[in-house]
């Protein structure tokens, strides 16, 4: 009988196990949380994190940003202006309708006026002039002019269902009415400020997913990140800060997931307006011009910077010293553009020749939970402007999903933020980040202080319109030239990325910092 109970025991064991292994779930701690479900309201990485579970695009990019089908299989340019784009046959969206080229229409029409997008997918589809069905599954476009990188535009804009999105409120994507996708994972609630529910999607057409439940916990503090990873109540984090990866490295049940990334730390400067909100005199009063409408303060601010002292010192070494947009292995990347030197009395000198060899006033504004750091970095950036002579008014530091919108509204003098190169050259990022503000010719999407310069402009217009692959880069690296000694952004560094989870799991570090379930699985 003793030998019967113990044979029992052993298959409920074996039962349970297996049970527990066919219905494995994910707790991912994150550190931000997306503001809204609609996966076309806003391309920051907090919302694309969620959006790449639920939805899918045309193309996706693999860990070092190289483009790969997704719902798209093939496109071909016919004729300069024509392009014709295949989609994968039997993809469902999760109620069970088919994908068709009419979805794909609705959803780049759709991506043109999304209201109050602090980032939006505008500029990806501002190159289309026309577009229509052949069959179910090919959509013809027609361009306003030659774009040699028109899958890079119109390929990283989410799909969605006409029949279901169509109408459809922010509202009702976030309550998961019209959060309805053809991605790796159906969208089950959101709670916001506590978590995120997905559960897998069995008839997708990709990989099937190691997970048959995730829920996305939003702990934006980094310490009680790391320590819930520790303590077990989450299996997998992201922005691991630079000063824990060696701790957690050290603990036998966990593993760390890194990679050089493609994302730009930089400091914006509003050298646009002739009166700027946070710039004064040093005692706080009005000035009668902007200082940062001169080309010499913007260099003598970049000089001012000790890029090399924040990586070593703030990020353990986590980061590479910037100097343009993109970093090297990025097509676009000029090797010859080297991050600018730091030299305080090189910056006075610049300082004096513009007019302020006393400095002026200026207040830096930050998120606090964007990304490692953040917070951290501007303080020291405060202290170095300190020693060159400015008088730094204050270091504000708020939360993204605050921060952003002031950011993107025009309320600061300089400010720092980020962006993530997601595609396999420089030139979105430009177009986005720096070209002219112009909804119409989709540019400017980001430049948040309305910079511009009309032979940058040109000379971007001419780079993307170069079929020839080797010299629209290095008509690319000619641009970046030219409106990096202008000095609209400062570049500071190129992050290093880091993800920790348990150590039966996997996780793919890619250099677009996706933080995604997809990305996820089980250690076999």
């Known amino acids: 009988m003793k030998t019967m109970k113990l044979l ?12 527990s292994a066919q219905a494995a779930d994910l707790i991912i701690g994150s550190a931000t949380e997306p503001s809204a479900i609609d996966p076309q309201f806003s391309r920051t990485g907090n919302n694309q994190n969620i959006a790449q579970s639920v939805f899918d695009r045309l193309v996706q990019t693999d860990a070092t940003i190289n483009m790969e089908p997704a719902l798209a299989v093939s496109w071909a340019n016919t004729d300069p202006l024509t392009w014709q784009v295949k989609l994968r046959e039997g993809v469902t969206f999760h109620d069970g ?25 505008s500029g990806n ?14 959509v013809e476009f027609k361009t306003k002019k030659p774009t040699p990188d028109f899958m890079e535009q119109i390929g990283f804009v989410y799909i969605v269902e006409k029949k279901v999105a169509e109408g ?23 709670t916001p400020g506590d978590n995120l529910v997905l559960t897998r999607n069995d008839a997708f057409w990709g990989k099937k997913q190691d997970f048959d439940n995730v829920t996305v916990k939003f702990i934006s503090n980094d310490a009680s990140r790391v320590a819930a990873l520790r303590s ?6 992201d922005a691991v800060p630079p000063g824990d990866v060696k701790t957690i490295e050290g603990i036998s049940d966990l593993k760390v997931f890194s990679i050089a990334s493609s994302r730009l730390i930089y400091l914006a400067l509003d050298s646009v307006r002739d009166n700027s909100p946070f710039v004064t005199d040093k005692d706080g009063g009005a000035l009668d011009k902007n200082p940062l409408k001169d080309v010499k303060v913007r260099q003598a601010l970049s000089e001012l910077v000790n890029r090399q002292l924040i ?22 990347n000029d090797p010859s553009i080297e991050a600018p030197t730091f030299n305080t009395e090189e910056a006075k000198k610049l300082l004096t020749e513009a007019g302020y060899a006393d400095g002026f006033g200026i207040t830096i504004h930050t998120s606090n939970d964007r990304f490692p750091g953040d917070a ?17 008014n204050g270091v504000v530091a708020q939360p993204y999903n605050i921060y952003t919108k002031g950011a993107s509204a025009g309320e600061f003098s300089a400010f720092i933020f980020s962006l993530g190169n997601s595609t396999p050259t420089s030139a979105t990022g430009l177009r986005n980040l720096l070209m002219t503000a112009n909804k119409d010719a989709g ?30 880069v290095e008509m690319l690296q000619k641009a970046t030239g030219m409106v990096f000694a202008d000095v609209p952004v400062i570049p500071l560094y190129w992050q290093k990325v880091h993800w920790a989870g348990k150590a039966n799991l996997t996780y793919v570090a890619n250099m677009t910092e996706d933080t995604t379930a997809t990305l996820a699985g089980i250690a076999k």
């Open 8 to 19: 029992l025991a052993g298959v409920a064991a074996a039962v349970l196990a297996l049970s």
């Open 97 to 121: 309708n088919p994908l068709t080229a009419e979805d794909v229409i609705f959803s780049l029409n759709r991506a043109k006026e999304i209201p109050n997008s602090p980032a939006p997918f």
């Open 125 to 138: 589809v501002a190159a289309i002039d026309s577009m229509k069905a052949i069959d179910n599954l090919t």
């Open 168 to 190: 459809a409120s922010i509202e009702d994507f976030n309550s998961g009415k019209a959060a309805v996708g053809t991605g790796a994972y159906k969208f089950k609630s959101w």
């Open 232 to 237: 077990g109540a989450v299996d997998l984090i």
């Open 311 to 332: 990586i070593d010192r703030l990020l353990d070494g986590s980061a590479e010293a910037a100097g343009q947009l993109v970093p090297n292995g990025v097509a676009g």
């Open 376 to 392: 951290e970095v501007a303080q020291a950036l405060g202290q170095m402007f300190a020693r060159g002579g400015l008088k730094v």
């Open 443 to 472: 540019t400017g999407s980001f430049n948040r202080t309305k910079y511009t310069n009309p032979a940058f402009d040109d000379a971007m217009r001419a780079a993307t319109a170069e079929f020839d692959t080797e010299k629209r």
